[in-house]
């Protein structure tokens, strides 16, 4: 039997990442993320790991640049603004192509917003989030569980590939309290000959550089860079399938409205309605071929979001606008119930039948 301990979210993320073999962390506080700063603060000084307060997010992702240059694991934390201070240095970090884990617990926005739990920042992440061309992969736990075993999948992932993963997890999910287990934890370890760790007058010298001023090498290594995104794109893909054998309906959702969609789900059952959903873990690579396939059998879409609507955009482009998509949503830190989600259900179970 597998020995769980009860962790808040966030927790679960700093002693995912510990045990991944992450030994600096830099970061600043914003709410609803600081536990992660302040479990890595008590622990990492006890196992002679570095944690440092930043002077801010801005100085907090440059350390973690100079530090994935040198080729150790790395990791910061932040929510919503703070991750857009980041932006910059997560477009550097692309352009060096420096492997790095960055957790966004994320809040309500636009700006200062609210410290309750949102999906807003889901465009920013999955579209690039700073300038220039560039992916990052994107994890969406629904779990504490999950907080934990995609921190070490986000962590390998960043360095099989040489790029930033991210940890895309809504306030809920960092604050919400369940059992984990940490045991068995299975971390896979990269060779790192391009590390910036001193030649030894053994080799020629490493750069880690985001500057090309000749056009023809900059575009060579963003065709370089796009080939290796479509490599991740075929194999990396992951997501969950619930009660989709039969379905008429596909819910999408990831995060806290995917629990309540599975709640609803169960309830539409009960109904009659034939009803499942997709549950993307990888919102990029986002699961477009899963969803493709899924439009030859159903009759309709609904996004279940804490935002406006923005994956429901990725879920109409992935499905080529076969079917109907419809958005069901609550912003600004508020989160859909499973009530309005059975409502949502419904309407579109008596939309196909007219």
């Given at each position: ?6 962790m808040k979210g966030n ?47 801005v100085a907090a992702i ?80 629904a779990s504490v569980q ?209």
């Amino acid at each position: 039997m597998t020995d769980k301990v009860l962790m808040k979210g966030n927790e679960a993320i700093a002693e995912a990442a510990i045990l991944a073999g992450c030994r600096f962390y830099f970061g600043y506080p914003i709410t609803p993320q600081t536990e992660v700063a302040a479990y890595m603060a008590k622990r990492m000084p006890k196992i002679g790991s570095v944690f440092l307060q930043a002077e801010s997010e801005v100085a907090a992702i440059n350390m973690v640049y100079g530090v994935s240059a040198a080729g150790k694991r790395v990791m910061t934390s932040s929510s919503s603004p703070g991750i857009s201070l980041k932006s910059e240095g997560l477009s550097y970090l692309a352009g060096s192509d420096l492997p790095a884990l960055v957790v966004n617990v994320q809040r309500g926005g636009p700006g200062l917003g609210g410290i309750q739990p949102s999906q807003s920042d889901y465009f920013q992440a999955t579209k690039g989030g700073g300038h220039g061309d560039y992916k990052m992969i994107v994890l969406a736990p629904a779990s504490v569980q999950e907080m934990a075993s995609l921190t070490v999948k986000g962590f390998d992932l960043a360095d099989k590939y040489r790029m930033t993963s991210m940890i895309l997890a809504d306030g809920t999910m960092g604050q919400m309290m369940e059992p984990v287990s940490l045991e068995k934890v299975e971390v896979t370890s990269y060779e790192k000959p391009w590390a910036v760790t001193g030649t030894k007058c053994e080799r020629k010298h490493n750069i880690a550089n985001s500057l090309f001023l000749v056009p023809e090498e900059l575009e060579r290594m963003n065709f370089a860079r796009f080939e290796r995104y479509k490599a991740i794109e075929e194999n990396e893909v992951m997501y969950e399938s619930f009660m989709m054998d039969d379905a008429e309906i596909c819910v999408v959702a990831y995060g806290i409205a995917a629990r309540v969609s599975k709640n609803a789900i169960v309830e539409a059952r009960k109904k009659g309605i034939k009803v499942g959903l997709v549950r993307p873990i990888t919102l990029w690579p986002f699961p477009k071929k899963v969803l493709l396939d899924a439009a030859e059998k159903v009759k309709s879409f609904i996004s279940v979001e804490l935002s406006m609507g923005q994956m429901i955009e990725d879920i109409e482009l992935a499905i080529k606008c076969k079917r109907p998509v419809t958005l069901c949503n609550r912003a600004g830190g508020m989160i859909p119930s499973p009530k309005q989600v059975l409502e949502a259900i419904e309407n579109a179970d008596k939309g196909g039948k007219e």
